[in-house]
């Protein structure tokens, strides 16, 4: 027992983010629970060891149990138990645990200071004038990296340090990097997550299954053994992106935990922080076996207080929110306002819907159509995705691969559905991510008919409808490679061979790459197509009317001050079919036609008439 060593706590109520509090002359615990009747720590010398010493923390204001030891506590790992209903649980490594053994079972004491990489304290978010200008790029920290030759620390943080992985995506154009999850989670076993993934030997997931919310996965580390190693080189990852001009986004995924009584949210408060049914069982708002509690009080105030600390002591730029229809509204808007004392550039958005139906008022829950109730909240956009592709739960085609039905549900896209969004920023263009099939194995189950060539030129016009939408672009990582997974629609844990980003075809499918790099170029120069307000889309932005129901024609005007062109039109093609269409008279450059783009212009005309080959965009600046 440590008895010489327990000193008086303070009467402060700690935050959640306070349960361990680290200094040379002694380290501060904090835990919170309302249903334990005792609590304790149990401090061991190192990971291996099973001998502990045991500090009995004592209850205080607000449900906080409290307990200090003396001395230099550096090295040491703890877990928390907690006494409820005549017997103890299980240990844990506490709610808030910032730094962990291998595979998260201990916390560790460290001293966070050391976990900075040299320069940190320079390191600043790179500049964000106006968030409609954002163009996220999604990756997986494995996929991205597995495959490239050129990479030394394939896998790892580490590779994002090196000049071919952040060369690449300053070469394609894009703003945000967004991350799946890399915080700790439970089904990798980190001890083995250096050998290639395949059905064979090492397991794979993309990590939807948290564990400590608030330590970086040690198996993205060159050392999931030392605390310091994670911790250190996920800061680097960031750092090596900011200096190259690139936000970072965090994946996190607050609804739901890997299991309930393997994670320490259901070890040291049972059930308080999962919403239940009726007959006292889990909801399954997630589809995972439980849905969180964002209602109540702790757990809101522990998701305020995680995304912060992301903020904070990461550097990192924004966050997405995986099925963010299962947390409440309120909670979403303390989570912006928290984040807007920080940097009000900090971005928020989600997936505006929840596996199955939460065990909460629908009402008030972040789903998709009451975004507009979420200032500055935004969420994925499946009305322009099913739209342009067709509908990942089936195999009909979309607009961009022939199918007309699509038209006006394409134009409400591109004026970031203004029904549920509320601002342009709020709507979320894509139409493809992790999640599904990616863009050429979706094209190839609705149009398998179709040759390759054909193929290419609707990946192209369903990523050019996304780039020149007024809300904020976004586009899945390996589309622009022509990637395919294989048919796989669903590659949470599936191997590298389905995974992998195929570095190879940026030479194979080089004109494809390069229409994305144009296309992003295009939207970043081009302020008419990310006016930024709801009011100004009203204002400057008019279809105008066509003979054909697979063409669109979106017209932005009156730019003058704004954009330097006059106009811009944009022509969309959806059908199998040449379209010619009447467009105002007028001096225009043309941007994009038949499949090719150039931000600087591919030439000039002087028409009221143009002609849009099939599946293929035209874009005109008006002089």
Known sequence: MLCAALVACSVKQPKLEDECVYSREKTEFAIWSNAAEKMEIHLYASEETSDYETLSLTKGEGDYWRGTV?????????????FQNGEWGLESPGIFAKAVSVNGQRAAIIDFLKTNPEGWEKD??????????????????????????AIEHKGKFLAFTELPAVNYLKELGITHLQILPFFDYGSIDETNHNSPCSILNSPYNWGYDPVNYNVPDGGYSTNPYDPYTRIREAKMMIQSLHEAGIRVIMD???????????????????KYFYRLNPDGTYANGSGCGNETASDHEKYRQFMVESVCYWAREYHVDGFRFDLMGIHDQETMNAIRAAL????????????????????????????????????????????????????????????????????????????????????????????????NYCLRDRIEVSASEETEDIQLCMNKLAQTAVLV?????????????????????????????????????????????????????????????????????KEHVEFLDTDSESLIIYRINNLEGIDSAKSLTVLLNGGKDVAVAAIPEGNYTILAFNSAADVNGLEEVSAAQIAVAPYSATILAEK
């Not at 600043?124 to 030759?149: C, G, K, L, Q, S």
Request: proline share 6%.
């Open 340 to 435: 807007d004392e920080i940097d009000p550039t900090i971005l928020t958005y989600g997936e505006g819907w929840a596996a199955m139906s939460p065990a909460y008022p629908y009402d008030s829950l972040a789903m998709k159509q009451w975004t507009y109730k979420m200032p500055r909240v935004g969420a994925f956009s499946d009305d322009i995705r099913n739209a342009l592709i067709g509908s990942p739960f089936d195999h009909e085609r979309g607009f961009a691969s022939g199918n007309p039905a699509g038209a006006k549900d394409v134009m409400r896209g591109l004026i970031a559905c203004p029904e549920w969004s509320g601002e342009p920023m709020q709507h979320v263009s894509y139409i493809t991510c992790h999640d």
């Open 70 to 82: 003396k001395g230099d506590m550096e090295g040491k790992y703890y877990t928390v138990r907690s």
């Open 124 to 149: 600043v978010r790179p500049a964000m004038p106006d968030m409609t200008d954002i163009v996220v790029y999604e990756t997986h920290v494995r996929d991205y990296t597995m495959a490239n030759p």
């Open 469 to 537: 939408s007024q809300g904020m672009s976004f586009i899945y990582g390996g589309e622009e490679l022509f990637r395919t997974k294989k048919g796989i629609d669903n590659s949470y844990q599936s191997p590298d061979s389905i995974n992998i980003i195929p570095w190879e075809n940026k030479e194979k499918y080089a004109h494809l790459f390069e229409y994305y790099r144009q296309m992003i170029a295009i939207r970043r120069a081009h302020k008419g197509f990310r006016l930024g307000s709801a009011e100004a889309v």
């Open 252 to 270: 996190v995924v607050y609804n739901h935990t890997y299991d309930v009584m393997g994670c320490a949210l259901g070890r040291v408060v049972p």
